[in-house]
């Protein structure tokens, strides 16, 4: 890819800092996108795009289903889709996770109910024989389903997505500027992290309480640490008003594109955050460009409040 990491950069206290700064920010972003267009272009990401479009989209019902009975649910699938389409099979003692499956089959053309319902309903059409009518949906019943964390077998492709190099002191700077952020900063142990796959979140506090918490999975990996809580403070300077879930992809757009930005700037190699990107706006690579101001700004002053800390 073409992204680079560098060393670490400074701008001097000069009357065209501000500019200087912009620029380059400007110029990294050229290079993401180049970035997130050879990731795209790769075979390792038409490889993990091939195995994304197996899974199937469930409704926002279903959706809160599946969270509401195993709120670390990634990626679900039925039994037997497990074992035929991507070599894996449910773990001995699983407990399924229920959700409702539509049911299509022939449907009567004037009471919409199913040939064995339309003989005891009180419908009389009969134009039409039941063999020749059209499929619809006739209702639902409830089906079992499994996350992959309740699977074994062959592995799932997946993205090298992490940032990697030596951060320093980046992260601990990083959690000292959630004051000055106005943001409440939490690493939280593995064995105590209860958001599923997700490596950081950005919440509201409390009802009462309005400022943001971040919360961050710890890991071995400082750099990549150091990646997730810059994206997730770039999503309380940014998003953390914001209730429109029609935006989601372009709000995850802005937040890694900070975090390249920012990570970059203090020598951390964030080089895959094109993977990540491709993989949110894997058809729209220029979305990235079209919000370079919202970019520009958060990088700055992200990076403003860590040079204070460091100073």
Same mark, same amino acid.
């Given at each position: 890819m073409s992204t680079t990491?560098?060393?670490? %950069?400074?701008?001097?206290?000069?009357?065209?800092?501000?500019?200087?700064?912009?620029s380059t920010i400007e110029q990294w972003i050229d290079e993401l996108v180049a970035g997130v267009d050879d990731a795209q272009a790769s075979d390792e990401f038409q490889e993990w795009l091939d195995v994304q479009s197996r899974f199937h989209d469930y409704s926002y019902r279903n959706t809160l289903l599946i969270k509401r009975q195993c709120p670390e649910a990634t990626k679900v699938a039925g039994y037997r889709t497990w074992?035929?389409?991507?070599?894996?099979?449910? !773990?001995?003692?699983?407990?399924? $996770?229920? $959700?409702?499956?539509?049911i299509i089959t022939k449907q009567c053309p004037e009471c919409e109910n199913s040939p064995s319902y339309h003989d005891q309903s009180d419908c009389e059409y009969d134009e039409i024989p039941p063999e020749e009518w059209s499929e619809? *949906?006739?209702?639902? !019943?409830?089906?079992?389903?499994?996350?992959?964390?309740?699977?074994?077998?062959?592995?799932l492709p997946e993205l090298d997505r992490e940032a990697t190099g030596d951060p320093?002191? *980046? %992260?601990?700077?990083?959690?000292?500027? #959630?004051?000055?952020?106005d943001v409440t900063v939490r690493v939280v142990p593995q064995e105590e992290w209860t958001h599923g796959a997700a490596k950081g979140v950005c919440e509201q506090l409390s *009802? $009462?309480?309005?400022?943001? $918490? %971040?919360?961050?999975?710890?890991?071995?990996?400082?750099?990549?640490?150091a990646r997730t809580l810059i994206h997730e403070y770039a999503h309380a300077l940014l998003h953390f008003d914001v209730d429109d879930d029609t935006e989601r992809a372009k709000r995850e757009v802005e937040a890694e594109a900070v #975090?390249?930005?920012?990570?970059?700037?203090?020598?951390?190699?964030?080089?895959?955050?094109?993977?990540?990107?491709?993989?949110?706006?894997?058809?729209?690579?220029?979305?990235?460009?079209?919000r370079l101001g919202r970019i520009s700004r958060t990088a700055e002053e992200l990076i403003h409040v860590l040079e204070d800390i460091r100073s």
């Open positions: 990491s560098d060393s670490s %950069v400074s701008f001097e206290q000069t009357d065209t800092r501000s500019e200087e700064m912009h074992q035929e389409e991507f070599d894996r099979h449910v !773990k001995e003692g699983e407990s399924a $996770i229920w $959700i409702w499956a539509p619809g *949906l006739v209702g639902f !019943k409830s089906s079992p389903v499994f996350d992959v964390s309740q699977t074994e077998g062959e592995p320093g002191d *980046l %992260v601990s700077r990083l959690i000292d500027a #959630a004051d000055d952020l *009802l $009462i309480d309005a400022q943001p $918490i %971040v919360e961050v999975r710890d890991r071995a990996n400082e750099a990549d640490l #975090a390249y930005v920012v990570g970059r700037y203090c020598g951390v190699d964030t080089s895959g955050s094109a993977f990540y990107l491709a993989a949110w706006e894997s058809d729209d690579s220029e979305i990235v460009r079209e």
